[in-house]
């Protein structure tokens, strides 16, 4: 057993991540009231400069990293066909699962919440920018009301939280990847701060989850081959 299998076994979900919680929830309140509506009157002069397509094409990354998706799911099910299934595909399985299920919870607190947007996008949605609409439009998620939490944000935090705790060495590239996503994201005007503090939030906590879940069926499958090993 290597180095980095063994990290990755000593993943568990504990009280520290409640504090997180607890402290992302402050941050997201102290946003809300005092810093999202002033950030987005800031960065809508961002989107008309020179400065946008740069940025859009940046976080347009994260959309690909989703689409990938489905194939990498393929190839982990030949691999598993095959019995080769070794440190990097449980890494390839952890992260799109982690993706995954990230997905789900942000898509049901959109609609939980049905935020509106900083800008109008489709069907002329109501908006901060274009409407001075800010706030909440409970259990109204639809495609109108899904500013929060922000999807991307979600994604990229899930799958780079688990890149940096199975490749530890790699944690630069989380950083790097996960910065350029936020400020692009905020660039372009798509999203308020906080809707992407709560999107980072899920993910790191999906992606602690999937690998904390992941280390508990092993754990119970060995010691259930044991029990009926004669």
Known sequence: MNKKQTEHQQITLHKGHVILGIITLILILILYFFVDRMSSMSFNEVRHTKFYETF??????????????????????????????????????????????A???????????????TETFVDKNLSYIHNKTYGFDFFHGDIEHASFPSGH??????????????????????????????????????????DIVAGSFIGIISAFFILHASQLFARNLKEHKEQLSP
């Open 153 to 194: 944000g979600t994604a990229i935090f899930a799958v780079m939280t688990i890149l940096w705790i199975m490749y530890p060495k790699c944690k630069w590239i989380a950083v790097t990847w996960c910065t350029l996503v936020t400020v692009d994201l905020l660039g372009c005007n798509f999203h308020f701060p906080s």
């Open 56 to 101: 859009f094409i940046m976080q347009h990354s994260v959309n690909i990293m989703i689409s990938i998706v489905p194939y990498a799911y393929i190839y982990l099910l030949i691999m598993l066909y095959l019995k080769r299934f070794f440190y990097f595909e449980q890494f390839l399985f952890a992260s799109c699962t982690s993706l995954f299920f």
């Open 103 to 117: 997905s789900c919870m942000t898509n049901t607190l959109k609609h939980i919440f049905g935020r509106y947007w």
